[in-house]
């Protein structure tokens, strides 16, 4: 059973397409305690899922394992993605889809201290920009 919260979300209305505004800070009371200076140290990343479902969400130490952030369908309907911006570093994380834990053969694989299987990334201090609107549909 995932007991799980939801991130704050902000969806805004432009042209036929929705920009999500994702605010990890605001997650947790963890995160509304970060400085302004981290804030702004942000990244975007773009996450991707390719491996079917019908709902999916994402989370993991960029979220304190404590929010979960849905992920949107692109358009052509073959995967689902979502921009997030995240500190520069390594990260793991982990994808729930249709309510099970999963993690992508897409992304590297590490075991936590617990066994479990997570995915993880490096994030670079700079990243190339994508246009997120390309890639996610309504």
């Given at each position: 059973v995932l007991n799980?919260?939801?991130?704050?979300?902000q969806q805004e209305k432009?042209?036929?397409h929705y920009v999500i505004e994702t605010k990890l800070n605001t997650?947790?009371?963890?995160?509304?305690?970060?400085?302004?200076?981290e804030e702004h140290s942000r990244v975007p990343y773009l996450f991707r899922w390719?491996?079917?479902?019908?709902?999916?969400?994402?989370?993991?130490?960029?979220?304190?394992?404590?929010?979960k952030i849905?992920?949107?369908?692109?358009k052509d309907e073959s995967s689902f993605a979502v921009m997030l911006f995240v500190r520069p570093g390594y990260h793991e994380f982990k994808f729930v889809v249709d309510n099970k834990w999963r993690f992508s053969k897409?992304?590297?694989?590490?075991?936590?201290?617990?066994?479990?299987?997570n995915n993880y990334?490096?994030?670079?201090a700079?990243?190339?920009?994508?246009?997120?609107?390309?890639?996610?549909?309504v």
């Open positions: 799980l919260h939801h991130p704050q979300i432009e042209t036929d997650a947790t009371s963890e995160l509304t305690e970060e400085s302004n200076d390719t491996e079917g479902g019908k709902e999916v969400f994402i989370l993991g130490t960029f979220t304190l394992w404590k929010a849905p992920l949107k369908k692109t897409h992304f590297p694989t590490t075991h936590d201290q617990y066994g479990n299987i990334i490096e994030i670079p700079k990243v190339a920009p994508v246009n997120i609107m390309d890639e996610i549909m």
